[in-house]
């Protein structure tokens, strides 16, 4: 025992057993913050991944919002606009028919070509057609701006795309003229109640 008390005693064996202690303290501490290390990096992982997808979410929440208040504007437009959109196709060969007595030029055919559908956003209750025509007059250029006049004053949307003028030099008051128009249809889908 006498041997133990001298070395206990003895000053550099109480700072190699402090040293030793905190070694061995050091190595429990690194063992666990290791492992505490590596649990902060995965947390901070998933931190990290889980604000990406709140600002995915966010932003798509945001499209969202503006597509729908889009989508409303658009709606109310529409609503606004109703009466400027033909129903039926007779209505626009009607119109046709009162522009050309009107300005007394000579309709020769109004030549219908296939329609293309457009769906309007949200709206189940309707949907556009958009109708392409070429008609085929004989008239002379007076009269030809007259007919142009009363399709741009017309409060129904009717688009002129071409027009073609076959030039009557023998007769300058009988030209032979193709218009091209689109004009879109406002149809009502019929629902089952």
């Given at each position: 025992?006498?041997?133990?008390?001298?070395?206990?005693?003895?000053?550099?064996?109480?700072?190699a057993g402090i040293a030793?202690?905190?070694?061995?303290?050091?190595?429990?501490?690194?063992?666990?913050?290791?492992?505490?290390?590596?649990?902060?990096?995965?947390?901070?992982?998933?931190?990290?991944?889980?604000?990406?997808?709140?600002?995915?979410?966010?932003?798509?929440?945001?499209?969202?919002?503006?597509?729908?208040?889009?989508?409303?504007?658009?709606?109310?437009?529409?609503?606004?606009?109703?009466?400027?959109?033909?129903?039926?196709?007779?209505?626009?060969?009607?119109?046709?028919?009162?522009?050309?007595?009107?300005?007394?030029?000579?309709?020769?055919?109004?030549?219908?070509?296939?329609?293309?559908?457009?769906?309007?956003?949200?709206?189940?209750?309707?949907?556009?057609?958009?109708?392409?025509?070429?008609?085929?007059?004989?008239?002379?250029?007076?009269?030809?701006?007259?007919?142009?006049?009363?399709?741009?004053?017309?409060?129904?949307?009717?688009?002129?795309?071409?027009?073609?003028?076959?030039?009557?030099?023998?007769?300058?008051?009988?030209?032979?003229?193709?218009?091209?128009?689109?004009?879109?249809?406002?149809?009502?889908?019929?629902?089952?109640?």
């Amino acid at each position: 025992m006498t041997k133990i008390n001298e070395l206990i005693k003895n000053p550099r064996v109480k700072i190699a057993g402090i040293a030793l202690l905190i070694i061995l303290l050091s190595l429990i501490f690194l063992k666990f913050s290791g492992a505490l290390w590596a649990k902060n990096n995965s947390l901070k992982e998933q931190i990290k991944k889980a604000g990406e997808e709140i600002n995915r979410a966010a932003k798509i929440s945001s499209t969202q919002e503006t597509l729908d208040s889009e989508v409303q504007k658009l709606n109310e437009q529409i609503a606004l606009a109703q009466d400027n959109f033909f129903q039926n196709v007779e209505d626009i060969f009607s119109s046709l028919n009162h522009f050309a007595q009107e300005t007394k030029l000579s309709m020769q055919s109004i030549n219908p070509e296939e329609r293309t559908r457009t769906e309007v956003p949200n709206r189940n209750d309707m949907y556009l057609e958009i109708l392409p025509l070429t008609l085929k007059l004989n008239c002379d250029f007076r009269q030809l701006l007259a007919f142009l006049g009363l399709i741009e004053k017309s409060k129904k949307n009717i688009s002129v795309t071409s027009i073609n003028i076959q030039n009557n030099p023998q007769d300058i008051w009988n030209h032979r003229i193709d218009i091209e128009l689109k004009t879109p249809l406002l149809i009502y889908a019929k629902t089952n109640e």
